[in-house]
């Protein structure tokens, strides 16, 4: 970003350059010039440094003209793995991907809980366990900081769930607090060291999380010791000296909304932040803006641009990443792999089968450089002689799918092209201000305007439309800001003049509006849609023009989507008559980043659309059909005694195709565990009576009986439970021997591989504690390891440590760690379900402490 700036600050003296600051330029620091940058100080030589969205890969700078990427599988799918060398890997790959994305902070890794897999962003997070959670989250960190690129650490603490995020307060118990959801960003301080921490949107004990000191001040920095910065979420700084004096560095996104010199002058006038508070925070900065730059000088001191990386190596890890995370849930009759001798037709059904299903949606989402859809994958993985049908079946979209495939410039190119006007005072149009061509109709204007618009402006996105059918369409326009749809120039779509509220854009854009159109095959037609960030002044009907004195949207952005009417009985009647002439059927479906994103939770575990009617039809047609559920957490499967074979496939990232080609073909024997526990009904959800914020609170009324420690302690049945995932072999726990020093356990398990065919297992350590008038879970996950392609017949020994954290909870009179004296039975399985060996051991000494 700074090729020709001189690189002294690197070896500069940070105190010293406290003293050569001035307060103005103090302030400044502390907050950005825009939404990715640091603000740098040229006078004194101090670069800008980027940050980039995290966690499934990097996405760059920009939301609206995206330089490609790779995208990798979303959270639960790499906690799914539970192979810590592998999310090491993942955490370092990130590391590269950041960098030529000339970014050396990664917005990663989100690991809030899932106390439902309700919520918006469960997929983002890793695991409903605190202790998993937060050892995938330290592997994670320690790959990416470990190529000298700073994870920051995300959304410390209680962003469990979306509903009115930058209000609630996460109301808990200090154990839970504790003992759940501040554990996993304990075990990555103690195991990784985050060099940035990210606060969360709402609150925790009545005080929003970027302006409270118990959080900021004396858990992080006095007990656990962290000495990095501390940035706000997106828009999640509340106040001018409340988060400077708790301890938040950084407000992001800038510009400023709380750190003007005026703003900031006024509480220092006041003497509401003392001026020795206000160096602390600078001098965090200066010293995190140092290390990257001393870290990544290439970087930091580059040329700023943003390049996409692809090689055959690299599709290969991303590849390797998304199978391992596949999880087997079932397996009747042994349906799976499918294998030349038993099926000679293969039906695919489903309507993610030819979608790209790659990631959760909001912050996370990326436009990928490459994406083998799961009808590519096994088309290209089958073996010789499959033959291969495809219907949809049905559709699941929440927005018409987006129509970029279709569209080309008025040049030819693909795409759409994007012209952007500024206003006049009399609300004209200027002549165009910039152009650009799109891929993707989904247009975010949040992070990126271009240079020299006006405060309200206008944007033409324009192309021609081709659909290789003739058939009714229907198109689709959602909108943060007003925008017209015209076809062939004819108002087809009004998202302007009327507009009705939806949760698009984070809660700040409309429903989609909608509008059928006959199109024929092959012919094209075209597509304008006009866009305006401005809304008129209060009271005034702009009637569909811009006018002055408009008042700019906070949040920009447009949506179209569109694709072919279909009629749902029919489209289901095709698939069932192709499903009855196939050996197999494979469906392919579940959500998609629209149902699963930022700013709202799910409502129901139900499937979208007429899935789940579509499956049960299909099972009664067909012995051999297999489900394989794209999503990030769980869903309802009513279906599930009806079909022969599940996966959850999560979401993959852009080899998804090519992953669950290898795990139904047998190319890859599945060894993913899932990480949070699939309930059979909504009702089963430990949290599901509070899962939404009332009068600004979501209590957490479960406490510490979260997903699979629920389930145990009332005895619920799960669909599937946590730590569960099947392999095309088996494994037999042959003996356990059991070391103990004091609270330091080691267990030595040997293993055997018991089936035919090599394969991967995953041993499980559950503790239960002592009953001593306190309560606690049944049992709670302390360790556990994965042995890799285990040959056939062959033995492995996997050894466990425990320690006294794995003994200890949280003494709510004392404030401090505490471990009873007692009998503790382990429990040695492949799930919390399937428990092989049972060891009791005693710990002589009551043990507390504090500090990490
Ligand atoms: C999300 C963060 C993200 C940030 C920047 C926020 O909406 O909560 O996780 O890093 O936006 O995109």
Redesign the pocket.
């Known amino acids: 970003m700074y090729p020709s700036m001189s690189r002294s600050f690197t070896v500069a003296d940070v105190d010293d350059l406290v003293t050569k600051l001035q307060t103005e330029e103090k302030i400044s620091l502390l907050s950005a010039p825009n939404?990715w940058n640091t603000t740098p100080i040229p006078r004194l030589d101090i670069p800008s440094i980027r940050c980039s969205?995290?966690p499934n890969g990097v996405r760059g700078s920009s939301h609206f003209a995206s330089i490609p990427a790779q995208c990798l599988p979303c959270a639960t799918s790499l906690a799914s793995t539970f192979d810590v060398d592998l999310i090491r890997r993942v955490g370092e790959f990130l590391a590269a991907e950041a960098k030529i994305k000339s970014s050396v902070i990664l917005?990663a890794p989100?690991c809030n809980i899932q106390r439902s897999p309700l919520g918006g962003r469960a997929f983002e997070s890793f695991s409903e366990d605190p202790y998993l959670s937060g050892i995938m989250a330290s592997a994670y960190i320690n790959g990416l900081q470990s190529q000298g690129v700073s994870a920051a650490i995300?959304?410390f603490v209680g962003?469990d769930q979306e509903h009115e995020r930058t209000a609630v307060e996460s109301v808990m118990s200090d154990r839970a607090l504790r003992e759940v959801y501040l554990y996993p960003f304990m075990l990555a301080q103690k195991l990784a060291k985050p060099w940035a921490f990210?606060t969360s949107?709402g609150r925790i004990h009545g005080v929003h999380c970027s302006e409270n000191p118990e959080l900021l001040q004396d858990i992080l920095r006095n007990e656990w010791k962290f000495n990095g910065i501390v940035m706000s979420?997106?828009y999640g700084t509340y106040g001018v000296d409340q988060p400077i004096n708790a301890g938040l560095d950084l407000e992001?996104?800038g510009p400023t909304r709380w750190r003007t010199p005026t703003l900031v002058n006024h509480v220092l006038t006041a003497q509401k932040l003392s001026p020795s508070t206000l160096d602390d925070r600078v001098r965090n900065m200066l010293s995190y803006i140092q290390q990257q730059a001393r870290l990544n000088p290439e970087v930091v001191y580059g040329d700023g641009k943003e390049r996409t990386r692809d090689t055959p190596e690299i599709r290969q890890f991303c590849r390797a990443v998304a199978a391992e995370g596949i999880v087997l849930l079932q397996n009747r009759n042994k349906v799976l792999p499918l294998l030349p001798n038993r099926i000679r037709k293969l039906a695919i059904v489903g309507p993610n089968a030819k979608g790209s299903v790659i990631s959760g949606g909001?912050?996370a989402a990326l436009k990928a450089s490459y994406i083998i859809t799961p009808y590519q994958g096994i088309q290209q993985g089958a073996f010789d002689d499959l033959q291969i049908s495809y219907t949809i079946g049905c559709y699941a979209h929440k927005y018409l799918p987006t129509l970029e495939n279709h569209l080309e410039t008025p040049n030819g190119e693909p795409g759409w092209l994007a012209t952007f006007y500024s206003h006049t005072e009399d609300g004209e149009l200027t002549p165009p201000v910039a152009e650009f061509v799109l891929n993707d109709t989904r247009v975010k204007l949040n992070d990126f305007i271009p240079a020299g618009l006006s405060e309200n402006w206008t944007l033409k996105m324009t192309g021609r439309l081709s659909v290789d059918i003739t058939a009714p369409f229907e198109l689709g326009l959602t909108v943060a800001g007003r925008a017209k749809l015209w076809i062939d120039g004819e108002l087809t779509i009004d998202n302007w003049t009327k507009q009705t509220p939806g949760d698009f854009f984070?809660g700040q854009g409309t429903i989609e509006e909608k509008a059928t159109v006959k199109l024929e095959a092959g012919k094209k037609v075209d597509v304008l849609v006009e866009y305006t960030n401005s809304y008129p002044p209060p009271n005034q009907n702009d009637e569909g023009k811009t006018v002055p004195n408009a008042q700019p949207a906070l949040m920009r952005g447009l949506r179209l989507g569109g694709c072919e009417k279909i009629d749902a009985e029919l489209a289901i009647a095709d698939a069932v008559k192709l499903a009855e002439s196939s050996d197999a059927v494979v469906f392919i479906g579940g959500l998609t980043a629209e149902w699963e994103s930022?700013g709202f939770d799910r409502l129901s575990l139900d499937l979208p659309g007429m899935q789940t009617e579509l499956i049960a039809k299909l099972a009664a047609v067909n012995p051999n059909t297999i489900v394989c559920i794209q999503a990030g957490s769980a869903t309802a499967m009513p279906w599930k005694d009806e079909v022969a074979g599940i996966l959850q496939t999560w979401y993959l990232g852009n080899e998804v195709g090519n992953a669950i080609a290898d795990v139904l073909f047998g190319k890859v024997n599945p060894s993913g565990r899932l990480p949070l526990t699939f309930p059979k009904r909504i009702e089963d959800i430990a949290a599901y009576p509070n899962l939404r914020s009332e009068h600004g609170k979501i209590y957490y009324r479960e406490d510490l009986m979260v997903g699979y420690k629920h389930h145990l302690k009332q005895k619920i049945e799960p669909l599937f439970g946590f730590g569960h995932g099947l392999s095309y072999t088996s494994f037999e726990l042959l003996d356990c021997i059991v070391k103990q020093t004091g609270t330091d356990i080691e267990t030595s398990v040997r293993l055997q591989n018991t089936g035919a065919i090599a394969g991967s297992e995953v041993l499980q350590l559950y503790v239960a504690y002592p009953d001593k008038g306190i309560t606690h879970p049944p049992l709670q996950l302390k360790a556990f390891a994965k042995v890799h392609d285990v040959a056939a017949g062959q033995v492995s020994t996997v050894k466990l440590k425990l320690d006294k954290w794995a003994f200890s909870y949280w003494d709510e009179k004392k404030n401090q760690w505490k471990v009873d004296a007692g009998h503790y039975a382990l429990y040695l399985g492949f799930s919390c379900e399937h428990i092989l060996h049972e060891k009791i051991i005693e710990l002589g000494n009551m043990l507390s402490w504090t500090q990490l």
Do not use: R
Request: zero cysteines.
């Open positions: 939404w969205d995290g917005l989100t995300k959304h962003n990210m949107y979420d997106w992001m996104p909001g912050s984070y930022e």
